[in-house]
């Protein structure tokens, strides 16, 4: 929690100073007390002693010194209902204690009670009285004004920097300190607090179960607002420390305190209203929130969801102030509700309140009953007088609002603890050891030991720290139908639990901020979804940044990933790029349509050449195929066959084989083509040359020697070919740069320079073939075969001098489609223009196709 008055670092000389004051000084063998002694406002007397300090009053009138006379003591104002409510905890436990046979049977404990009225310095000052006494005078013991403490033990002290003051004071002294609602994660540090213990868990699990309970919501981009005291500047350095580890950043920090100025408050009203997040955490205590609520609802700032500490998030008078529904659906942590058996009519029961008839207990029955013992006159009118025998019945106010019975109970164990020590060291059984020398120091080391549970069961121990277990109820704001707020449990934290099983939140329907059912969103951009990666924003917190699409061949899988992970290489993102699907593997294919057609081409060509060769056969008797070597046309139609036949190699996906076959079937089925065409003209050649008188060339030239040269020609081709297989044969590849989403199965060339011999050789042939058929262009009509053969040469060059760049250049298996293109382009240039004119003879013109035709037209010639 927070106190009402901040510690500055001046303070400590003046405590030092107290301290001093507070000592006794020896005059021969009276102790005399320095300053005026502070009498406890409620005592009663016992074989042990124990202390409380709790804040009757809230506040004090602030008095100039002069420094001309001694200060006067503090005035406290603004009666503090809670201050008695702790103490009517203690007093249960007390009484329970003294009234028990279980435990410290036989021993009674008494109590003096201090009013801090908010004030550290008086606080410190109550501290002091507990461990000296309220004795003017008192004799000397055997070291000079030495004596035991006056308690054994304080209880109370409700919040942080009072306790942090109180413990440094009295730690030297050993007197143990225990809390009930002192948080500070500061106060576990043993080495500064020695003596100080408390019953309600650190800050340093709350500010974690913040986090992570921000960060179970989604909730990345968070305001905060804290008091500016120990409590809140050290919860929320915790919860910020811890909200960073968990990717969560703060819009804004902002420190508040009740007494600020209005334009201080008016600066955190503007930073709220001109920010983007709107989930707002809070380090505040319940006083400061009353300010804070006051000052919202003057501005109508409503939509905020609140997640608050147990500071102020079960505390039903906040919900009473929070008359504009500023708080509806606020959501944060409390200590766990229990119920201890007769405290509740304890507390309520005021009648020994008011028989120590001091003042105290007189205003606080005058401001309770709103009475007076005596009859005055007021500006509002006749008050009516106390009688002492005043009711509760029907009284509605913050003392009868016993929302804060898990603080209640704190108080409640923390007596209970010191009781415990004393049972051990007493040594107690039936009967206790009252012989026995009580010192704080022994009663401290003792209280770290202890390990009980309480009647209602709960258990209570404390660690090496001084700090219990940290368990927290999740508390959510859910308004009624009649206006008024139900605090409801939907949730736990567990710190002693596993990091991954702390927070648990059950299947209640929350309510968020302005009633909504849906959970809210506060982040500074959206999430990135799957398929995208952030990238920060310069200048700004890491929760904001811009969602980038994956480049080409990464995805992301999750939702706001930092970085894209790069698929395999045979593997290509999807059009959203959140999952690596295998590339497509891409062959031409028999299936698809340009391999059919192509397909389709090939048996074509290869019917159509079939039924060339059968009407030669047919008609192989007569002029027209007898003329020129009918055995070299046979042999040229059986090479375009295979020619037509080898395109089909080049369909499908490759394998060893069909990529071995394809391209030497085709270089060597097309040497032997080209290689009967280039017999063909050198055959005409020399026939025309043995026309003339007195040349005997046919000799040279007879079917022999044709034979022999196809098979020469044909022969050559065959070694280059078997030289590109011995060495580097082409092979089956998968061809994953050539497309970013496909796989090409292709062949790879093995050793280029085969293929291109293969292809030049090819070339050669096609040239020498063109040249010679060019040369015989101009012969007689009866050889006109010479000019088909040139027409075929033309075309078969032109298309391979064609294919090469555009082989070089297509993609895939296009680069395929345009080398079988090529293959049955030249096939069917050689077919069509060297035996379709002469089947249009034999089938269409007969008459034609007859030894006399063909002499006669000879004989016509020059």
Not at 319 to 335: K, P, T
Request: net charge neutral.
């Amino acid at each position: 929690m927070t106190h009402t008055q901040r510690w500055p670092e001046q303070g400590w000389a003046l405590l030092q100073l107290l301290l001093v004051a507070s000592l006794s000084q020896a005059e021969d063998t009276v102790c005399l007390q320095r300053g005026d002694p502070g009498s406890p406002q409620l005592s009663e007397d016992g074989d042990i002693m124990l202390g409380g300090i709790f804040s009757f009053h809230s506040s004090w009138i602030e008095r100039h010194n002069t420094f001309m006379h001694k200060p006067l003591p503090l005035q406290c104002t603004s009666l503090n209902f809670r201050g008695f409510q702790y103490t009517q905890a203690m007093l249960f436990a007390i009484e329970e204690i003294n009234n028990s046979t279980d435990i410290l049977p036989g021993v009674s404990l008494g109590y003096k009670i201090y009013d801090s009225c908010g004030s550290i310095a008086q606080g410190v000052k109550a501290a002091l009285a507990l461990a000296n006494g309220n004795e003017v005078k008192f004799s000397a013991s055997q070291k000079p004004c030495s004596k035991p403490a006056q308690v054994q033990a304080v209880i109370g002290v409700t919040s942080s920097s009072p306790c942090m003051a109180i413990a440094t004071v009295i730690g030297p002294f050993h007197i143990p300190l225990i809390s009930h609602f002192a948080t500070c994660a500061c106060l576990s540090d043993k080495t500064k607090y020695p003596s100080f213990l408390r019953t309600i868990p650190s800050d340093y699990y709350q500010s974690r179960a913040l986090a992570q309970l921000v960060k179970h919501f989604g909730w990345s981009w968070v305001g905060a607002i804290r008091t500016n005291d120990d409590y809140g500047n050290n919860g929320m350095a915790t919860f910020t420390e811890a909200a960073q580890q968990l990717g969560i950043c703060l819009e804004f920090s902002i420190p508040f305190f009740r007494t600020n100025s209005p334009g201080k408050i008016q600066k955190v009203i503007d930073t709220i209203k001109f920010s983007t997040s709107k989930v707002i955490v809070t380090f505040l205590s319940h006083m400061d929130m009353d300010v804070l609520i006051h000052e919202l609802s003057r501005h109508n700032m409503t939509g905020y969801q609140w997640v608050g500490t147990e500071g102020w998030i079960f505390d039903s008078q906040i919900a009473e102030m929070d008359r504009r529904h500023i708080l509806d659906g606020a959501i944060g942590l409390s200590i766990p509700k229990v119920h201890v058996r007769g405290m509740r009519e304890f507390i309520l029961d005021v009648k020994k309140l008011l028989s120590t008839q001091n003042e105290l207990s007189v205003e606080f029955w005058e401001t309770l009953f709103h009475c007076r013992f005596r009859h005055v006159e007021s500006s509002e009118g006749n008050q009516r007088e106390c009688t002492g025998d005043e009711s509760l019945t029907g009284v509605q106010n913050s003392f009868t609002d016993l929302s804060l019975m898990p603080i209640f109970n704190n108080v409640y164990k923390g007596v209970y603890a010191v009781a415990h020590a004393l049972h051990r060291i007493l040594s107690c059984d039936e009967t206790c050891n009252k012989t026995v020398h009580l010192d704080p120091y022994k009663i401290l080391q003792h209280i770290w030991q202890v390990k009980f549970k309480t009647k209602d069961g709960n258990e209570v121990y404390f660690n090496e720290k001084g700090d219990p277990a940290a368990k927290y109820e999740i508390i959510n704001w859910q308004p009624k139908g009649n206006g008024a707020v139900d605090f409801v449990t939907v949730g736990l934290y567990d710190a002693s639990l596993p990091s991954d099983r702390q927070l648990t939140l059950h299947n209640k329907s929350l309510i968020w901020a302005n009633n909504s059912l849906q959970v809210p969103v506060s982040v500074c951009n959206e999430k990135c979804l799957p398929g995208t990666h952030k990238v920060l924003q310069k200048g700004n917190p890491i929760c904001c940044y811009d969602c980038i699409r994956c480049s080409d061949g990464e995805i992301s899988n999750i939702t706001d990933s930092i970085t894209c992970v790069r698929c395999d290489p045979e593997f290509w993102p999807n059009e959203r790029r959140d999952v690596c699907v295998k590339k497509e593997a891409e062959f031409l294919s028999y299936a698809e349509i340009m391999g059919a057609l192509l397909t389709t081409a090939s048996l074509c060509g290869t019917c159509l050449t079939a039924g060339v060769a059968f009407v030669f056969y047919r008609y192989r008797k007569t002029p027209i195929v007898r003329a020129n070597n009918s055995e070299l046309s046979f042999l040229l139609l059986f090479s375009l066959t295979l020619c037509f036949l080898c395109s089909l190699t080049f369909i499908g996906a490759p394998s060893q084989w069909s990529c071995m076959l394809r391209h030497t079937a085709f270089g060597i089925t097309f040497v032997l083509c080209i290689s009967c065409v280039l017999g063909k003209t050198i055959v005409v050649l020399m026939a025309f040359r043995a026309t003339l008188p007195g040349s005997n060339v046919m000799k040279w030239f007879g079917p022999a020697q044709q034979r022999l040269s196809v098979l020469g020609f044909t022969l050559v081709q065959v070694v280059i070919c078997v030289l590109w297989l011995a060495t580097s044969p082409p092979f089956p590849f998968r061809n994953l740069n050539e497309f970013k989403d496909k796989i090409i199965l292709e062949c790879a060339l093995g050793s280029a320079l085969g293929f291109w011999a293969v292809i030049g050789y090819v070339g050669l042939l096609a040239i020498l073939c063109f040249v010679l058929a060019f040369l015989a262009r101009k012969l007689p009509d009866n050889f006109n075969e010479a000019k088909f053969i040139t027409f075929s040469m033309l075309i078969f060059c032109a298309v391979w001098i064609t294919f090469i760049p555009a082989y070089v250049s297509s993609p895939g298996k296009f680069s395929v489609a345009v080398e079988i293109f090529a293959i049955l382009s030249s096939s069917f240039g050689l077919l069509i223009c060297i035996f379709i004119p002469k089947c249009h003879i034999i089938l269409l013109k007969p008459e034609r196709n007859t030894k006399k035709n063909m002499i006669g037209r000879a004989a016509k010639s020059p």
